[in-house]
Structures are given as C-alpha cells and as structure tokens.
C-alpha cells in the first residue's frame, strides 16, 4: 500500500526532493518554469533581478499549492553576486539538483547603429550570467555526482537574426558552454541542455511592432506564437529523471520555425 502511494507521488510529482534555481523567474518564461518545476515538487528558488513583486508573487503562489520557494535578487551579469546566491541556496536547502539559465534581455539594433553598451550588457547577461551560475554551482552538482542544467538560448542562436547580432552572438555562444560543459561533466552524473524557443509570448516579445510580429509569425509553419508554458514543458521533462541518457542537445520549442 506504502509502496503504490509513494510511486503514485513519483509520478504525479516526480521532482519532488529536487532543488532547482530558476534565473529571472519573476515572469515570463522564468515564471512559467519556476510554477511548472515546483507543481512537480520541486523547492524553487524564484531569481529576479528588477522584478521583485513579481518575484514574490510566484513565490507566493507555489506557497498555496503546498510548495516550497524563495526570491532571491541577483544580477547574473555580477560573477561575485552568483557565487553568494548559490551559497545561499545550497545552505538553505542542503543540495541544488537543477539549474535553469533563463535571465535574458534584448537590445536589438543594427550592426551600424548597434553601441557597445548593448553588445556588451546583452552578452554579459545572456551567457555571462550562465557561465556565472554553472562555474558556481557545479561545485555541489560534482559533490553530489548529480546535476540538471538547462540553458534557455534561441532560435536566433541557430539561425541569426537581422537587427540582433549581440543577442544571436549571446545565444549562439550559450550553444558553445551548453555542448563544452556537457561534455566535461557527462561522465560525472550531470547533464547539460540547451532549449531553444522560438516566437513566444512574453513581455520581450510584447514589444515588437505589428509588422515585425506578423513577419514572424509568417515564418512559424503552425501559424502561431507559443506560450510560455509550452517551453516550460520542455524544461520540467530535461529537469527530471526522464531525460537521464540525454545531455548537449539543443531542443527547439519553436513551431516547426527552425528545422
Ligand atoms: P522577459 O519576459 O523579458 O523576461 C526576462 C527575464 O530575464 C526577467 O525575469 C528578468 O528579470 C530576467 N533578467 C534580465 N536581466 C537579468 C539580470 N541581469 N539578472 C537576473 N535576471 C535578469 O523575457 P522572456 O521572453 O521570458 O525570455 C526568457 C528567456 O527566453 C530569455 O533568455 C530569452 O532570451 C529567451 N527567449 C525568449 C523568446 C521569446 O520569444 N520570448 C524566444 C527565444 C528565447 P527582472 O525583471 O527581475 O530583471
């Protein structure tokens, strides 16, 4: 009887036991993963950088599904400020099973008219900021020989984008760590992914004009934008033991955009 609700409640919450650390979690695709990773029952640590009530909110809302989370503030783009909230994390929760790099920005422009304050600040957060929380956190994943991390890069990373050289070269580089790192930990019990969305519906992509959208949406064979949710399905199955013999994949969530 023990037996059958114990695998009743793996399957219902199969992260139960597992932290994860969610980067810029307040909204969007960040809050869409954090509420998706703990209704499997995962303790999550809610990143934001700006959005604070956000961040605060999502955490609020695991809380009354009977979950576990905190806020944590942290600008990824700060090497020193990533090391503090990875030991924050593991010291309140004992162990940090699944990271997910979701923070990210766009400062789109073309490559004429582009400054070197966008290119910079773009790569500083967008691949930066991931190498900051790997560097830190694989401490804990060697120790525990265990470890799920999850890069949240871009189709434009595969394909480039007119007007977003800093962002494509930012997300393109994130394939580069995801493959190199996944290689150097494959043999030690921790995987590496990289998920890679294509047009969804978040404020990034709220700020696009009608005629940019309809251009994209031109070229999405399903005819349609994806919803942040769609892309948290991906990350929760990478996040869990389902995805076990997988690591150094890019998946595209995208609408058939990119193939
Ligand atoms: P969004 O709604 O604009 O949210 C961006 C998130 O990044 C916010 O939570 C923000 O946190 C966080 N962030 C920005 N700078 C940060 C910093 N320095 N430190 C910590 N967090 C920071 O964007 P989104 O659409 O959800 O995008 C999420 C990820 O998916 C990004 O990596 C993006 O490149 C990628 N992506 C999105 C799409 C799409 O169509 N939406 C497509 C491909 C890839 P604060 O507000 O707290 O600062």
Redesign the pocket.
Known sequence: MMEGTERNNEAVRPLLGKTALV?????????AVALTLASQGAAVAV?????EA??REVVAQIESMGGQAQAVC????DFAACGKMAEEIAARYGHVDILVN?????RDNLILRMTEEEYDRVLE??LK?AFNTIRHLSRYFLKQRSGKVIN?????GIMGNGGQAN?AAS?AGLIGLTKSVARELAGKGISVNAV?????D????GKLSDSARGKLLERIPMGHAGA?EDVARLVAFLAGAGSDYITGQVICVDGGMCM
């Open positions: 980067t810029g979690a307040g909204r969007g695709i960040g809050r990143n934001y950088n700006g959005s956000q961040a942290c600008d990824v783009s979701n923070a990210g920005v766009t957060i967008n900021g949240i890069t871009s189709v434009s962002y997300k890679a969305p294509g047009f969804i978040t404020d990034m992509t942040a």
